[in-house]
């Protein structure tokens, strides 16, 4: 855009043949604040007065013979060929002024800097992968990665891909530094005192362990960063000073689980996190998160390795109701990941699962003699996300009611 560009709301956007899509998105806001009716004529072209011949020849109907709603049509292409010859520098103006509609003019504009729809796919998936594999480049500020961010959904949404605002809100989570080693230093004991005081709580506030032991992993060299965000958790509390867990009399003792793994979410170390939790009935009784000790090489390990860690926690769970006379068979176990069900219930060790320890394949005994059952579940009923990974407000507050948190007066 020309340094020129003039901010007066009443002028359009100046487009010097640079940046494209950055104008045509702001002349886009232009238009349909200045004259929507200007905006339809652009996209879905004028129907210019015209005549049909006895040939069936259609032909532009004379000027003499327009009708007033005739002359309506006319001067409203012209208005809107107007508003984009305005925007435009001379060299464009000479290539596009005999284009008859502004339609004419916006789709030469469109082929000319983006290209044919095969071109326009190309670009799409161009930007679509820069999109998944953005990341915070190294000694580069947040305002800079979020320009960077920026820039990339403006590109998309140009071509008409579009993302959903708690995709991008994830996106940009997993995006933020986790060390901050750059960061300012804080009082360590002050720091470590406000966990302590938020692990203890997380006992009866399941919906805040994820990202209480997240930031509990600092604690050896905290910054100013990370004392913020655990003041955002307490902020959240006390904006929630009555939610607590609710546990009916009348509830069964059915024992069933939920187990989830992010992989590589942890971007200091690029471990993954395992979290789940355990019912009887309706009636939460344990969950946890946590850092997998090793650095998993595939989602199914990773998601094999903390169903696992489930699975030991049911053992333990039966034995306990074994105490009080309840006896408990095929304790279902509810993953999102196939590919690690399958596994599990494969007798014959593949090659390509050799790299995954030893000691989690106990696991498969267990499903064989029928000590657990391993169920599928899609990913938008996985309550253990909640445990794993920072999620966007709409999915926290679904799961965070699936875990039997409610108002308690």
């Given at each position: 855009m020309?340094?020129?560009?003039?901010?007066?709301?009443?002028k359009?956007p100046?487009?010097?043949g640079?940046n494209?899509s950055h104008?045509?998105?702001?002349?886009?806001?232009?238009?349909q604040?200045?004259?929507?009716?200007l905006?339809?004529?652009?996209?879905d072209?004028?129907?210019l007065?015209?005549?049909?011949?006895?040939?069936?020849?259609?032909?532009?109907?004379?000027?003499?013979s327009?009708?007033?709603?005739?002359?309506?049509k006319?001067?409203?292409?012209?208005?809107?060929?107007?508003v984009i010859?305005?925007?435009?520098?001379?060299n464009?103006?000479?290539r596009?002024?005999?284009?008859?509609?502004?339609?004419?003019?916006w789709?030469?504009?469109?082929?000319?800097y983006e290209?044919?729809n095969?071109?326009?796919?190309?670009?799409?998936?161009?930007?679509?992968?820069?999109?998944?594999?953005?990341?915070?480049?190294e000694n580069?500020?947040?305002?800079?990665?979020?320009?960077?961010?920026?820039?990339?959904?403006?590109?998309?949404?140009?071509?008409?891909?579009?993302?959903?605002?708690s995709?991008?809100?994830?996106?940009?989570l997993?995006?933020?530094?986790?060390k901050?080693?750059?960061?300012?230093?804080?009082?360590?004991?002050?720091y470590r005192s406000?966990?302590?005081?938020?692990?203890?709580?997380?006992?009866s506030?399941?919906?805040?362990?994820?990202?209480?032991c997240l930031?509990?992993?600092?604690?050896?060299?905290?910054k100013?960063?990370?004392?913020?965000?655990?003041k955002?958790?307490?902020k959240?509390?006390?904006?929630?000073?009555?939610?607590g867990l609710?546990?009916?009399?009348?509830?069964?003792f059915?024992?069933?689980?939920?187990?989830d793994?992010?992989?590589?979410?942890?971007?200091?170390d690029?471990?993954?996190?395992?979290?789940s939790?355990?019912?009887?009935?309706?009636m939460?009784?344990?969950?946890?998160s946590?850092?997998?000790n090793?650095?998993?090489l595939?989602?199914t390990?990773?998601?094999?390795?903390?169903?696992?860690?489930?699975?030991?926690?049911i053992?333990?769970q039966?034995q306990?109701?074994?105490?009080?006379d309840v006896?408990?068979?095929?304790?279902?176990?509810?993953?999102?990941?196939?590919?690690?069900?399958?596994?599990a219930?494969?007798?014959?060790?593949?090659?390509?699962?050799?790299?995954?320890d030893i000691?989690?394949h106990?696991l498969?005994?267990?499903?064989?003699?029928?000590d657990?059952?391993?169920?599928?579940?899609?990913?938008?009923?996985?309550?253990?996300?909640?445990?794993?990974?920072?999620?966007?407000?709409n999915?926290?507050?679904?799961?965070?009611?699936?875990?039997g948190?409610?108002?308690?007066?």
């Amino acid at each position: 855009m020309s340094n020129k560009e003039s901010m007066s709301i009443s002028k359009p956007p100046f487009f010097d043949g640079n940046n494209y899509s950055h104008w045509k998105a702001k002349m886009t806001i232009f238009i349909q604040a200045l004259d929507f009716n200007l905006w339809d004529i652009i996209i879905d072209g004028p129907e210019l007065p015209h005549i049909i011949s006895k040939e069936g020849i259609k032909t532009l109907k004379p000027r003499s013979s327009y009708t007033d709603d005739d002359r309506k049509k006319v001067q409203l292409n012209a208005k809107a060929k107007h508003v984009i010859i305005c925007a435009l520098n001379s060299n464009e103006f000479n290539r596009l002024s005999s284009c008859a509609t502004a339609k004419e003019i916006w789709d030469r504009l469109e082929v000319t800097y983006e290209g044919t729809n095969q071109v326009k796919d190309a670009k799409i998936n161009m930007l679509v992968r820069e999109y998944e594999m953005f990341s915070m480049k190294e000694n580069e500020n947040i305002s800079g990665m979020f320009v960077r961010f920026t820039n990339i959904i403006n590109s998309l949404q140009s071509l008409n891909k579009c993302y959903t605002n708690s995709e991008m809100v994830r996106k940009i989570l997993r995006c933020l530094p986790d060390k901050d080693e750059q960061g300012k230093c804080i009082d360590q004991k002050l720091y470590r005192s406000m966990i302590g005081s938020l692990l203890y709580l997380t006992a009866s506030r399941p919906d805040i362990l994820f990202s209480v032991c997240l930031c509990a992993r600092f604690q050896s060299n905290p910054k100013e960063s990370h004392l913020f965000t655990v003041k955002r958790i307490f902020k959240y509390l006390a904006y929630t000073p009555t939610l607590g867990l609710w546990y009916s009399q009348d509830s069964s003792f059915d024992l069933h689980s939920y187990s989830d793994a992010d992989f590589g979410g942890y971007k200091v170390d690029r471990k993954s996190t395992s979290g789940s939790c355990q019912y009887l009935g309706s009636m939460l009784v344990s969950w946890f998160s946590k850092k997998q000790n090793s650095v998993a090489l595939s989602t199914t390990e990773a998601e094999y390795i903390a169903v696992g860690s489930c699975c030991a926690q049911i053992l333990w769970q039966k034995q306990q109701l074994v105490d009080y006379d309840v006896y408990v068979k095929n304790v279902s176990i509810k993953c999102d990941n196939t590919s690690s069900i399958y596994l599990a219930k494969n007798p014959v060790h593949h090659s390509r699962t050799k790299h995954i320890d030893i000691r989690y394949h106990f696991l498969r005994e267990h499903v064989e003699s029928g000590d657990i059952l391993l169920e599928y579940i899609p990913t938008e009923k996985q309550v253990a996300d909640i445990f794993t990974k920072p999620l966007d407000e709409n999915s926290f507050s679904k799961f965070r009611r699936e875990l039997g948190l409610c108002e308690l007066e």
